[in-house]
């Protein structure tokens, strides 16, 4: 690692040690007692119901979410892959039930700032006196032409998990040995930047394998990428010759889309795939739109201090939502975010003033089944902006050291359980 010593090991135990956000929390939100709710139970909005229930005891706290099980995308690259199951993927919402949280499972249809109501699909009216909004992405359809909900069905996204991991699993498996696999990456920004190169590798690590005359292109919307020398040396030593990348600079931004033909239009040329996945332009999710959070990029404006929202009152929002940078769309980021968000609307409702803190991000990728690579951001979130501390956070060292990134792939397992732990019980 470069940066901070150590930064791997404090950061996974200070998952746990981010409850010290409980210091920022007044012990006098004991006798406190709000409506509080929360829609979109993702990791930052599982998370965040949780928290409020442990900072406000005696508050009424709703979590809004119309799907019964939810399907974690930190891992699903491994279920592409061939190394991971989907149903290890599937986390339900009963320990938050045990917790006394009332899990709603239905579909926030609209939110009313000014009556401070959400109407749910139901027709049902719930009010409340502090909204959280985790509303994760939605897909911008048609941004690329001819990519819309039917053409998801046939160059997968896979951007959400579940049925679109297990299609894009299963196109992998039932194609040809000699296929050609295209990715297509948008511009910044978007879920989990390091997400799409990630997935290449362990698409080639499937290929290598199962399907070595196969190989894979990527066409790029972007210049550069996060973790790019680590990843790229990873493909040069673990995949030669499997996987082409080219990017903006070789004007391969992919514009059209024909799925009838699985033809990929970049600027100046067409490319034929025998499986494409399609990683589409993103905005907040569509409940953010109509809560009138998001602004005209699509994305939400916050405070980053109190993740209320720039542009509603008494309106919080978290997650990949938000505008947040240089804070990535992460899980990690939805985590953390989630407990801050927590512990300032205790203080909040409590007659105190909101707290600035640090912020940490780790994104963890695998290169390969049993080796990882990883990055870490140091921010501070003084004035309501956040900020990178310079000098601070790390990178994975170049070298391909086996024992690094063994112990790395063996972090983001413990992460993962431990995160997961923290958002469903």
């Not at 203080?347 to 803190?357: K, N």
């Amino acid at each position: 690692m470069t940066g901070l010593s150590g930064t791997r090991r404090d950061l996974i135990t200070g998952l746990a040690a981010a409850a010290a956000l409980a210091g920022i929390a007044p012990i006098a939100t004991a006798q406190t007692s709000v409506r509080l709710i929360v829609v979109g139970g993702g990791f930052g909005g599982a998370t965040a119901a949780r928290f409020l229930k442990q900072f406000l005891p005696s508050s009424a706290v709703t979590l809004i979410e119309p799907n019964t099980d939810y399907y974690a995308c930190p891992f699903s690259n491994l279920v592409i892959g061939g190394l991971r199951d989907l149903s290890a993927q599937r986390f339900g919402y009963d320990g938050l039930r045990g917790l006394g949280i009332d899990v709603v499972q239905d579909r926030a249809e609209d939110i009313d700032p000014v009556a401070h109501s959400v109407t749910l699909g139901s027709g049902d009216v719930l009010a409340y006196d502090r909204l959280v909004l985790s509303p994760g992405i939605d897909i911008r359809w048609n941004a690329i032409e001819g990519y819309d909900a039917a053409a998801a069905s046939i160059m997968p996204h896979a951007w959400k998990a579940g049925a679109q991991t297990e299609l894009l699993r299963n196109q992998l498996s039932a194609m040809e040995d000699g296929g050609l696999v295209v990715m297509a990456v948008p511009p910044a920004p978007f879920r989990c930047p390091p997400g799409p190169y990630e997935r290449a590798s362990l698409i080639a690590n499937y290929l290598k394998a199962h399907k070595p005359k196969s190989r894979l292109l990527i066409l790029d919307a972007q210049d550069k990428f996060s973790k790019q020398p680590l990843f790229e040396e990873a493909w040069s030593a673990f995949y030669p010759g499997l996987i082409e990348r080219r990017g903006a600079e070789d004007f391969s931004r992919v514009v059209a889309v024909d799925p009838a033909r699985m033809v990929l239009s970049t600027e100046f040329e067409e490319v034929t795939a025998a499986v494409a996945n399609v990683i589409p332009p993103q905005m907040a999710g569509e409940i953010a739109q109509r809560a009138g959070v998001a602004n005209a990029t699509g994305w939400c404006p916050i405070d980053a201090v109190t993740f209320g929202s720039a542009l509603q009152p008494d309106i919080h929002v978290i997650g990949d939502a938000t505008i947040a940078a240089p804070m990535p769309k992460s899980a990690f980021s939805a985590n953390l975010q989630a407990k801050l968000c927590a512990a300032q609307v205790a203080r909040l409702v409590s007659g105190l003033p909101p707290e600035p803190t640090l912020l940490t991000n780790t994104c963890y990728s695998y290169l390969s089944a049993d080796a990882a690579v990883s990055i870490t951001g140091i921010y501070s979130n003084e004035g309501g902006k956040l900020t990178s501390i310079a000098g601070a956070g790390g990178l994975s060292p170049n070298g391909m050291d086996p024992v690094i990134q063994g112990n790395e792939a063996m972090q983001a397992a413990t992460w993962f359980r431990t995160i997961t732990q923290q958002a469903f019980g």
